[in-house]
């Protein structure tokens, strides 16, 4: 299972964590590391970093956007040491561990992303995650380096991922105790329909382009949190077309 998890960093400035970053996931098992528009190269550094972890430095997959590495993913988590301004999905290292268990048996794909070493992820990226994990230090000492954060995330997938499911229950079940009739929506899927959302509420007058506040983040965090599937996502839309269609000129 840890094959339908990868590591996504963004932004990474120091070729030395990407290698640390490779070590981190050998060490627990994982092998996909995508690299959002990275300013490090893989150089010397990070192969030397990497201790003999060069097989994943030279399968890594470089894309330009988030969007573009989490597009077929249904769970993302996005690492994230401060509080937002909208509250956001909030799990320990631990129970985004047990959410991956519960929706990769089904063939979903997971991604944990980690942000630029200096700031983290923005509010826009963070707004692209199904759910933030924060991982607990010491108050007074707080600071994790990107590859150490990584470590104990790919420490806790391992734990929840590699070994067989010892409680009896059936994996195939997924989060909600009986197998489900549709594949999960990707981020893909759902961005169409965000998209889709937002030019239809602009349509009829209820989201005023100019002044949005807050409401399409708070839209993007209720129907993230429902964790819809395919279908779901496809009748939502249907709605919504029904709406733009049937709209009165004026």
């Not at 060490?27 to 959002?36: E, I, K």
């Not at 070493?117 to 600071?143: D, K, M, Q, Y």
């Not at 994996?171 to 239809?200: K, N, R, Y």
Request: hydrophobic share 40%; net charge negative; proline share 6%.
């Amino acid at each position: 299972m840890l094959d339908h998890v990868r590591i996504v960093m963004v932004n990474t400035t120091h070729s030395g964590n990407i290698g640390a970053a490779a070590r981190a996931m050998k060490n627990m098992g994982l092998s996909r590391l995508v690299l959002v528009d990275p300013i490090a190269t893989i150089d010397e550094e990070a192969i030397q970093r990497s201790s003999r972890a060069e097989d994943i430095l030279h399968n890594v997959v470089i894309v330009p956007t988030l969007e573009d590495a989490v597009a077929d993913c249904s769970l993302i988590i996005g690492t994230s040491a401060r509080s937002r301004h909208i509250p956001w999905p909030l799990m320990t290292p631990r129970q985004a561990a047990a959410k991956a268990r519960e929706m990769i048996p089904a063939g979903n794909e997971t991604a944990l992303v980690f942000g630029r070493e200096s700031r983290g992820l923005t509010n826009e990226e963070l707004h692209l995650c199904t759910a933030h994990v924060h991982i607990p230090t010491e108050s007074s000492f707080s600071s994790l380096n990107v590859a150490q954060a990584i470590q104990v995330l790919c420490y806790e997938m391992r734990l929840a991922l590699a070994e067989p499911v010892l409680s009896g229950e059936d994996e195939e079940d997924g989060q909600w105790g009986v197998p489900w009739d549709h594949p999960l929506a990707t981020h893909a899927e759902l961005e169409g329909l965000f998209q889709h959302m937002e030019s239809t509420l602009i349509d009829i007058g209820f989201l005023d382009p100019n002044t949005p506040k807050q409401l399409m983040p708070r839209m993007r965090r209720l129907f993230q949190r429902a964790a819809m599937d395919k279908t779901e996502v496809n009748i939502l839309r249907g709605m919504l077309a029904t709406i733009g269609k049937n709209r009165k000129p004026g």
